[in-house]
């Protein structure tokens, strides 16, 4: 018999780590090689953990709702050599994480797509996770928590050290030279990117690495002058105030939001428009025969339009690749819908929603809808988005300021149906009105193609037989 630890692998997002949310394992179980062990959270989704091993779980390092570094061990397994499952056992090919051409479940119309950026395109095994730093073996231990300031981190050179360095110096009089902060390269592109200097920073991570949160917490510390002061824990309306952890979902999204914020300049235009046209289209086509068994929305015209306008203007359906110094337009639309499910805000991508035609972007819409809602979007689903609508219409509000979902450089609002007073052929008319908002980057996008791209699509939906001269 063998004992072999099985590290918390890379689910194919690029996150540094992840929550476990429950294990469907107990010491003493037998599994079987692929058997589901255990629910993983991650920033965009649910994922189901497959076990790498056939054997007995010996004992699970971690507890529910702590949150994990990839490549830290979660579990260990007893293994019976003699089946040969040892430690020269290869991992099962599982994949977490598809790229997404292979979510669509067939061959895209648009295969070339070496120009997206390599986070879309990647399919990470299970159990492929980044290696442990050391070689031993964890007991079971809390969640772990952020160093406080000016505090020397566990198991970080300064900590660790007999010989204190003071200034740059170590108490024997000897200099040592400068180390360079350790850090990965995609921490240090997002570091050039918020404009923070590592020099001088000590890491939360594993050893004192720096992560992402600890570049974001310093640019916010940076560009914040004004903090709100929190409500003190103790005091008369303390038992009035309730405490949620961040964690989960809304974490990984108010990351993406703060990083989204402060590295692409938003400039976001509104247009009104007259949209009685495209309602009366919508309920002409309800009566159709190919309408007859789906549901069309405005979302589903909305999206049609967008579609539209984006092959007139591409620019708008691009990705700033930072690392590479290079814009990357995309020759498709992966479109997103941002959808609000009970776990939080989910921004799943419908791909080549350009190549459809109006019924089967409906159908699509409304199968995108019903998973989101269910819980059961995938990882492959979430990745891999190139450009996004919002409808905030549905709370019955008018207009917004989105925010870029993170990589991509354009998001519209699409606001609520409102009957107002409007001019129609020179006279005052009750007319059904909708303000859409667009947000975009203006390192990739012009005022002139923004203005351009959204007039576009207002055009469409004020007329919508002016699509005939746009394709």
Not at 27 to 53: C, R, W
Not at 324 to 332: K, L, N, P, W
Not at 424 to 452: C, N, P, W
Request: aromatic content about 4%; some cysteine; hydrophobic content about 40%.
């Amino acid at each position: 018999m063998s004992v072999k630890d099985f590290a918390l692998p890379d689910l194919g997002e690029g996150l540094e780590e992840s929550e476990i949310v429950s294990w469907h394992i107990e010491p003493g179980d037998t599994v079987e090689l692929n058997q589901i062990i255990a629910e993983v959270e991650t920033a965009k989704a649910l994922v189901e953990l497959p076990s790498p091993y056939a054997g007995t779980v010996r004992e699970l390092y971690v507890e529910p709702g702590s949150t994990v570094r990839v490549g830290a061990p979660i579990v260990a397994f007893e293994l019976d050599d003699s089946t040969g499952n040892g430690a020269d056992a290869p991992l099962p090919q599982t994949s977490v994480a598809e790229a997404p051409d292979a979510a669509a479940g067939s061959a895209s119309p648009r295969a070339d797509r070496s120009t997206a950026p390599a986070e879309q395109r990647q399919s990470v095994l299970v159990g492929r996770g980044p290696a442990l730093e050391t070689g031993e073996r964890p007991h079971r231990r809390p969640r772990r928590t952020a160093a406080s300031p000016g505090s020397a981190v566990a198991g970080s050179p300064t900590a660790a050290s007999s010989d204190p360095i003071v200034d740059g110096a170590t108490a024997s009089g000897a200099r040592r030279p400068a180390e360079r902060p350790r850090s990965t390269p995609p921490v240090r592109a997002l570091a050039r990117e918020l404009g923070v200097d590592l020099g001088g920073m000590t890491g939360t991570g594993e050893r004192g690495l720096i992560t992402r949160d600890d570049v974001r917490n310093a640019a916010k510390a940076t560009n914040s002058s004004h903090l709100s002061q929190p409500m003190p824990a103790d005091g008369p309306s303390a038992d009035r105030v309730t405490r949620v952890p961040i964690a989960g979902m809304r974490k990984h999204t108010a990351a993406a939001m703060v990083t989204s914020a402060f590295t692409a300049p938003h400039v976001t235009e509104f247009l009104t428009v007259d949209v009685t046209p495209t309602m009366d289209l919508i309920a002409a086509l309800a009566a159709t025969r190919a309408f007859r068994e789906r549901r069309l929305t405005p979302l589903a015209v909305v999206a049609k339009a967008l579609c539209i306008a984006v092959a007139r203007t591409p620019e708008v359906n691009a990705h700033w690749d930072e690392a590479a110094g290079e814009i990357v337009r995309y020759g498709f639309v992966n479109l997103g819908i941002a959808a609000a499910t009970p776990r939080g805000l989910l921004v799943p991508n419908i791909k080549d929603a350009d190549s459809l035609a109006l019924p089967e972007l409906a159908d699509a819409l409304a199968e995108l809808t019903v998973e989101a809602r269910a819980g059961r979007t995938t990882p492959a689903a979430l990745s891999g988005g190139t450009i996004t609508i919002t409808n905030i219409g549905v709370f019955g509000v008018d207009a917004g300021t989105p925010i870029l979902n993170p990589g991509e450089a354009a998001i519209l609002a699409m606001g609520a149906v409102q009957r107002r007073p409007w001019e129609f052929r020179g006279e005052i008319a009750l007319r059904k009105v909708m303000t859409l908002s667009l947000s975009f980057d203006h390192r990739l996008v012009d005022g002139e193609q923004g203005s351009r791209f959204l007039a576009d699509i207002g055009a469409i939906l004020a007329e919508p037989g002016t699509a005939l001269a746009m394709v």
